[in-house]
């Protein structure tokens, strides 16, 4: 019988009510299979004893059988079936006899399914360097968890799962972190320290635009046309109006600390409106002699640039630009 099939281990969901789950591959003997039971929540796997937990049915004209459970396996777990061919060759030809062509092919078809198993347990395996000398090294892979960091242990003998907390960021080479969510940058800093970050690396499709605050994207906000003039701070950084008269430039409400804002203020079809500012704003001698006056030509386009300064509570004037065209 040749070997038609690839092969590739079976992994099932148990209902709690099926007992039998079938397997493709060929074997030999109802111990050449592995099976386990594997808990969907932990990982944790429970191996299964034949002749005990279940029993074995193979296929005579086909490959593959099946195992029929001696209690169904519940929905928390998966049933897993493997090859778990011994690596021997059991075949034995006499001196000076006839060699029969079934004993031959069956050989050959058992060196093939070792070859399948030894292929299938490799691609599930790390890759060391060849020169790598594993004499004193546990190559066993930790069972994944959630939120944990695969890493060497402090020998470098042993493969564990980390705490993100217990990071070595000395041990962070430089550029190693190349891709970081925007809006999760202050906490990966606190993490792994702010200079571990090559802020060069960060791709630019690894920005969330739609978690960043309005304050660190490049939009404009326009104000409504009013008496007292209203900044809320939180909406970004850019803010601009058309003067429909006098106005005066309310306190901003809920600024940052440092926060910069540019106000546009545009004169409408008449002009000469005049901008009065709110006691938080100060504002330096050296800027327009210490005064706000804004152009009056129709149309006309001012910028007025502040900072906010958490320590006085105050609007520092830094900038003002006039009749900008």
């Known amino acids: 019988m040749t070997i038609a099939n690839s092969y590739d281990p079976t992994k099932v969901s148990g209902d709690g009510v099926t007992l039998i789950f079938s397997f493709d591959f060929r074997i030999y003997e109802s111990d050449d299979l ?13 191996d299964q004893v034949n002749g005990v937990d279940y029993t074995v049915s193979i296929n005579l004209v086909t490959e593959g059988g099946t195992i029929t459970y001696i209690t169904a396996p519940p929905a928390t777990v998966w049933s897993f ?6 690596d021997t060759q059991p075949t034995s030809f006499p001196l000076d006899a006839k060699l029969r062509e079934k004993s031959i092919e069956t050989m050959g078809d058992r060196i ?60 962070i080479a ?3 972190v190349t891709t970081v969510k ?3 940058l202050a906490a990966t800093k606190a ?29 404009e906000v326009e104000i409504t046309d009013e008496a ?23 306190a901003p409400t809920n600024p940052l600390p440092g926060q910069k804002v540019v106000w546009r203020f545009v004169q409408d079809g008449i002009g000469s409106r005049l901008l009065s500012l ?23 386009v001012d910028y007025l640039g502040a900072v906010y300064n958490a320590q006085a509570t105050k609007w520092d004037i830094v900038a003002f630009a006039k009749d900008v065209s």
């Open 34 to 46: 592995v099976v386990k039971l594997i808990n969907k929540t932990t990982l944790v796997e429970t």
């Open 81 to 86: 079936i493997e090859s778990g061919l011994d």
């Open 112 to 171: 093939t399914r070792l070859v399948q198993q030894s292929t299938a347990n490799l691609g599930r395996s790390l890759a060391f360097r060849a020169d790598t000398d594993l004499s004193s090294i546990d190559t066993t892979v930790p069972v994944p968890k959630a939120g944990k960091l695969l890493g060497w242990n402090d020998d470098g003998k042993a493969l564990m799962n980390y705490d993100q907390e217990e990071i070595d960021t000395s041990q």
């Open 174 to 176: 430089d550029g190693a």
């Open 182 to 184: 925007l809006d999760d």
């Open 191 to 219: 993490k792994i320290g702010a200079d571990a970050i090559d802020a060069s690396k960060i791709e630019a499709d690894a920005v969330d635009t739609a978690a960043l605050d309005p304050r660190y994207k490049f939009s």
């Open 228 to 250: 007292t003039l209203a900044t809320d701070a939180s909406l970004g950084c850019t803010f601009y109006v058309t003067l429909g008269d006098d106005r005066t430039l309310g």
């Open 278 to 300: 709110n006691a938080i704003f100060r504002i330096s001698d050296d800027i327009d002699l210490g005064t706000i006056t804004l152009s009056t030509a129709v149309g006309a």
